[in-house]
């Protein structure tokens, strides 16, 4: 028996710290959140990702009363531009997310699913994507790439 151990990294940052570009992201995030349908959760998710020409979108998570038909927030995100823009490389991406009702801002991480389908998109485009996700201190969560989201992912139907 060999043990493994296995590390991520990421870095908290103030909203202050925030580039211009991961700011503008966040706050496209946070302004998306607003048309969330999620009357079954009641959690309210923004995520926007920038394109490397610059362009930003964003999109809200859209739920179903047969649960798993939902979707999130990144997912319907992902899917959007890479049907509609499939020349422009995803870069960065954040999510943020807030309970109905409330005016703080609730902590997120994404989804197993939504894992998986950020680390196609890397792949796709043979590109790391930088993902932001605001915490319910304030603070952001930066990570350099899906790998720090998701050790040991499945990339290879042939290895
Ligand atoms: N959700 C997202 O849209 N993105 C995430 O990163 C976390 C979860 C949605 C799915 C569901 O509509 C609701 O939040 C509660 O899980």
Redesign the pocket.
Known sequence: MKKITDTIELEELAFSELNHLEATLVQRAQEISKNAY?P??N?H?G?AVALDNGEIYQSS?Q?NVSFPV?T???RLLLGYVGANYPEQVPQMLA?V?QRAGEDTWAG????GM?RQAINEVENRYQSPITILLLQADGTVLRFRGIRQLLPLKFDDLHS
Do not use: L, Q, R, T
């Open positions: 999620a079954y959760s959690f998710v995520a998570n739920e939902g999130c927030a990144e999510i997310a997120v991480s994404p989804c939504c």
